[in-house]
């Protein structure tokens, strides 16, 4: 792979051993997957941040990059962590795991990474078309490609915090345009109402087409909520990037259907509990201001019952803009969480056993990674099973 006499600097380590060892990763990835040079990115989104799911050994990895004097060249973001510190209360995190928490996300701050704990940076800030990214946040890489349309590779936590470190990041995959044609022409029968359902489709094409580029067609005017937790849950079973969809498509590609029935197994699959919930979450990947406002009217002026947790999970940039709303939830007995996610933080010793989602992408890990029962419902029936009628 060419690098410049810069890169090549850094990679002998004339920039200190932080860099260093982001340039080893950046290279290293480059050669792995047939890169001939590095490209600069306009902004890096990393995962791993959440305790839960990383744990120590990362943390200190986080924090010698820290003592080497490592900072972000570009701007850069992180993805949600364990807890919400402004709901200790309802999140009752045992003081261990908060130590730790705030540690990481310290670490991170150090290295002037913007703490903006979301999986929807581009709420914050919208990419502008073209531009080219790296980002780590699965269901984030796949909005950016397919709805943003930027460029981005799905990175890994250590890349993506390598790329922030350098500003660039190896020029394969997702930035390079004959890598982003679609290979499947995925006609979509049944016409889809609301996230879940289109949720359940990326869930039943992920498993169908393992990684293939997929061109939707028969989506009936998606809403760019709908795209969301399409991608996302694409993303969960197929390893995709990116998807296309529109009208047909002009090149001849091989053609799939899916029918009502296909995905109405899926909801079927991923519904693991029959008992009533003890958790209706929302918020995977987090919420926009329209879907926090739509909540807020479905609710209206009914009250949460009794012996079940409503949370919904935003980032504090669109919590902030929506306070009318959360206003509404929480007079209602919900939580507005922020800096956290349902999927990311200890659920079982919470007390929760059964949760009930909108969300196949929550839906497909929760089972595995909280050890919870899930059920997998559209949001104005979530809504309803949390409240009282």
Request: proline letters at 5%; charged letters at 25%; glycine letters at 8%.
């Amino acid at each position: 792979m060419y690098l410049t006499k810069e890169e090549e600097r850094i990679l002998e380590g004339e920039m200190g051993w932080a860099y260093q060892t982001a340039m080893k990763v950046l290279v290293k990835l480059g050669e792995l997957f047939g890169a001939t040079r590095l490209i600069p990115v306009r902004s890096a989104h990393i995962s791993g941040v959440s305790y839960k799911t990383i744990g120590d050994a990362p943390a200190e990895f986080l924090e010698e990059i820290v003592k080497a004097g490592g900072v972000a060249q570009v701007e850069s973001t992180i993805n949600p962590a364990g807890f919400d510190p402004e709901h200790v209360d309802e999140m009752p995190i045992p003081e261990e795991f908060r130590f730790k928490q705030s540690r990481i996300i310290n670490l991170y701050k150090k290295m002037k990474i913007e703490p903006t704990l979301t999986c929807t940076p581009y709420y914050i800030r919208r990419p502008e078309a073209g531009s080219h990214l790296a980002w780590a946040e699965s269901s984030a890489v796949v909005y950016a490609n397919s709805v943003l349309k930027a460029w981005t590779n799905r990175e890994g936590g250590p890349s993506a915090l390598a790329a922030a470190l350098i500003g660039k990041t190896p020029d394969y995959g997702m930035h390079r345009a004959e890598n982003r044609q679609a290979e499947v022409s995925v006609k979509v029968e049944p016409e889809l109402k609301g996230e879940m359902e289109f949720g359940a489709l990326g869930i039943y094409a992920g498993n169908v087409l393992k990684g293939r580029v997929p061109y939707f067609t028969g989506l009936r005017s998606p809403t760019e909520r709908d795209l969301k937790q399409l991608g996302a849950a694409l993303a969960s079973t197929g390893m995709n990037s990116i998807f296309q969809y529109g009208a047909e498509h002009k090149k001849e590609l091989e053609k799939i259907t899916v029918e009502e029935a296909d995905l109405k197994k899926v909801v079927e699959e991923l519904s693991t509990a029959s008992e009533e919930p003890d958790m209706v979450f929302m918020g995977c990947p987090h919420c926009s201001l329209e879907e926090i406002k739509n909540i807020a009217r479905l609710i209206g002026k009914r009250k949460v019952k009794e012996g079940v947790k409503l949370w919904v999970c935003t980032s504090r940039y669109v919590r902030e803009r929506a306070k009318a709303y959360v206003r509404m939830i929480e007079a209602a007995g919900g939580h507005v969480l922020c800096d956290t996610c349902a999927v990311v933080t200890w659920l079982r010793e919470l007390g929760v056993e059964t949760l009930m989602t909108n969300s196949a992408k929550t839906a497909y890990y929760a089972p595995v990674l909280n050890k919870v029962g899930t059920i997998l419902a559209p949001t104005s029936k979530c809504i309803d099973m949390a409240c009282e009628l």
